[in-house]
């Protein structure tokens, strides 16, 4: 793995400035990030850790029309969340089957969906 620089993001501003070179990437469960570093795969100059941000985007919020799952909920967080569970058992079961448990502890749901596979 290559040398970088790492910086943990306060708030959403400071995650915006802090990539503002072209060669970061934003860090968050970093399941596929930091193989993808260690395979010398990608190399950034720079990470930039949002886990800091999840207290507004790792949120599940509910209504009776609608649910909005933030990017930074945890694939865990989701499976287990009791309205997913009952109304969505598809997106649960598809999480489920979509890494093992520890990588469900770990991986957030953006970041899930827009990896950035081998």
Excluded at 1 to 12: C, G, L, N, Q, T
Excluded at 40 to 59: K, S, T
């Amino acid at each position: 793995m290559r040398p970088f620089i790492y910086e943990r993001a306060s708030d959403a501003v400071a995650a915006i400035h802090a990539a503002d070179i072209a060669s970061s990437q934003y860090l968050a469960g970093g399941t596929t990030l930091i193989d993808l570093m260690k395979l010398d795969v990608m190399r950034p100059e720079r990470v930039v850790d949002i886990n800091p941000l999840a207290e507004r985007l790792g949120q599940i919020n509910v209504t009776d029309k609608s649910i909005r799952l933030g990017g930074l909920v945890r694939m865990s967080q989701a499976a287990n969340h009791p309205v997913l569970r009952r109304d969505f058992p598809v997106i649960v079961q598809s999480l489920e089957l979509a890494a093992s448990p520890q990588l469900r502890n770990m991986a957030t749901v953006g970041g899930n969906l827009l990896q950035r596979t081998r």
